[in-house]
Every structure is written in structure tokens, then in C-alpha cells.
Nanobody, 115 residues
């Protein structure tokens, strides 16, 4: 049973920051690149960022220089530090392996950027 539990979402003003967490099962976390994805209302789910087991990172152009993905191997947790948030960042944020497996999608965590 795969467990990926996102947390840390909330309401933040434009320009603000949030830090998302994703707790993963060890068997998945230790062997896979972990990614963050998001889905805004009426939009398709899109890639945000990922981090490999070695710590290499990649970002969507829309979030590069604003978001930072990291992982804590001891905690089997991946993080997404989101700075300089914009209204267009509003979405449900999900973690998954990268590239994602459909059956791994969980509940996600809502991020709302609004004044």
C-alpha cells in the first residue's frame, strides 16, 4: 500500500510563503525521484518540481527561482518551499513519484493565494 500524505497548505497573500510537506512510505521514497504536482480549478494537473534520490532538482519554468524542493531521507519526507507566491499558484498540490503513477495520486493539499 503506497502512502503519500501531503500537508502544509493554506491561505496566503500574494508575495507570501508556504512550506508543503509530503510524507512517503520508505519503500517508495528511498528508490524514487519524488515530485510535486498541482492542479488548479478547471486546469490539468501539471508538474511543479522534483528531486532525485541524490538530491538533484528540477522545476517548472513557472516556479523556478521562487520554489525550492528538498528531501529529508531520515524522515522519508519531501518538502516544497514556496516563496513569492502568486494568485496563479492557487491549486491543489500533490506529491508523487516522478514521472507519476496514476494510482499514487492522493488527496493533495490546498494552496490558495489571495489578498
Amino acid at each position: 500500500q503506497v502512502q503519500l500524505v501531503e500537508s502544509g497548505g493554506g491561505l496566503v497573500q500574494p508575495g507570501g510563503s508556504l512550506r508543503l510537506s509530503c510524507a512517503a512510505s520508505e519503500s517508495i521514497f528511498s528508490r524514487n525521484t519524488m515530485g510535486w504536482y498541482r492542479q488548479a480549478p478547471g486546469k490539468e494537473r501539471e508538474f511543479v518540481a522534483h528531486i532525485t534520490t541524490a538530491g538533484w532538482t528540477n522545476y517548472a519554468d513557472s516556479v523556478k527561482a521562487r520554489f525550492s524542493v528538498s528531501r529529508d531521507n531520515a524522515k522519508n519526507t519531501v518538502y516544497l518551499q514556496m516563496n513569492s507566491l502568486k494568485p496563479e499558484d492557487t491549486a491543489v498540490y500533490y506529491c508523487n513519484v516522478a514521472p507519476p503513477f496514476t494510482r499514487y495520486w492522493g488527496r493533495g493539499t490546498q494552496v490558495t493565494v489571495s489578498s
